[in-house]
């Protein structure tokens, strides 16, 4: 029976860890740019915008 | 069961105000550019906190899953050095830490400049009061408009007010207008806070600090002492009320006695318009 080859485990681990370490993180902080702060950010301009608009009329 | 449906019900009627509300999640609403700034410098680096802390977590999870005796008993005893491993987790959080950096200075910079300040506002710790001076606007007798706020006990409040945040003379300003307040104190050190407009500074006996303020809408903005000065600390809050420029010069008017010009204006008054040229 042929033994699987044991060379490169580690470098190719490596990779895969800080690729899918980083790519989740990444997909979690743009999770968070997208849903949290981005609404906040347009909820606050709202109502500064409805405010302005109060004043000069 | 009722602890945990009120909880849903708050995550789910997520409100926020001026004050600090029970189980408030998050951050009150702003009332000034400054807190504004604030509020965005907490979510760029929440970015790359949520970054670092996914990538390590999962770094952390691989490591102990993959690397561990009984699941790997190669042991990797030539990866004594890695240059390139070391170079990676040395310049990606210098880089990251740049990044956090740049708007953090750019910031802290911004609050401190005080440029062409309309008004003035002194604000005076004491054991366990504030006091508060206009020293823009001048009676007959050349004084300036002083008075001190005192915590409203519980006994006093009335239906609507916040328990040990209420005073009975709040800072009434006006909103608009590029305010200075001068901080200081007379015993012990103090620390002038108002979350929602994005304001501590402390209060030092013998020193003036300074910080400017432009308040974006009108609103009661309640805030507390912030640094422990003796035993009634968390008894001296600071509320500051801003109202529009009509208001606040009726106010005005109240503070100082009326009498009155050929144009209608106490003197204090037509002070106050000479001074804000930009929203009279």
Redesign the interface.
């Known amino acids: 029976m042929a033994l699987a080859p044991?060379t490169g485990?580690?470098r190719k681990?490596?990779i895969f860890?800080?690729s899918?370490?980083?790519g989740?993180?990444?997909a979690?902080?743009y999770a968070?740019?997208y849903g949290?702060?981005i609404p906040?950010v347009r909820k606050?301009d709202a109502f500064?915008a409805k405010?302005a608009q109060e004043k000069s009329q | 069961m009722c602890f945990l449906s009120n909880l849903i019900w708050l995550s789910s009627n997520l409100c926020s105000n001026d004050a600090a509300q029970p189980w408030q999640f998050g951050f009150q609403d702003?009332g000034s550019p400054s807190y504004?700034g604030i509020?965005e410098l907490h979510?760029d680096i929440?970015?790359?906190l949520?970054?670092?802390?996914?990538?390590?977590?999962?770094?952390l999870m691989?490591t102990i899953r993959?690397f561990n005796w009984n699941h790997n008993q190669?042991v990797?005893k030539y990866?004594n050095h890695g240059t390139v491993?070391e170079l990676?987790w040395t310049i990606s959080p210098a880089l990251v830490l740049i990044a956090i950096a740049f708007p953090s200075f750019k910031l802290l910079y911004l609050l401190d400049e005080v440029i062409d300040p309309v008004m003035t506002v002194k604000a005076i710790g004491n054991q366990w009061y504030w006091s508060y001076e206009y020293s823009d606007y001048l009676d007959q007798e050349g004084q300036s408009i002083e008075f001190d706020s005192y915590l409203v006990p519980e006994s006093d409040l009335e239906i609507g007010d916040l328990r040990l945040l209420e005073v009975d003379n709040r800072v009434v300003v006006p909103v608009d207008t590029h305010i200075r307040f001068i901080v200081t104190a007379r015993d012990v050190i103090h620390s002038f806070a108002v979350p929602s407009l994005g304001v501590k500074l402390d209060c030092i006996p013998g020193r003036l600090n300074q910080f400017s303020l432009v308040i974006?809408?009108e609103g009661v903005f309640y805030g507390q002492c912030s640094e422990l000065c003796g035993v009634l600390h968390g008894f001296m809050p600071v509320v500051i009320e801003a109202v529009s420029l009509e208001q606040y010069l009726a106010w005005l008017s109240d503070q100082i006695p009326p009498y009155l010009t050929k144009e209608g204006y106490t003197p204090c008054i037509y002070l106050c318009i000479t001074h804000l040229p930009s929203v009279c």
Do not use: Q
């Open positions: 044991i485990i580690l681990r490596l860890d800080i899918a370490g980083l989740l993180g990444l979690c902080s968070y740019w949290v702060h906040s606050r500064y405010l | 702003g504004e509020v979510d929440m970015f790359y949520i970054l670092i802390l996914v990538g390590v977590a999962w770094m691989s993959k190669i990797h990866l491993l990676i974006n809408r």
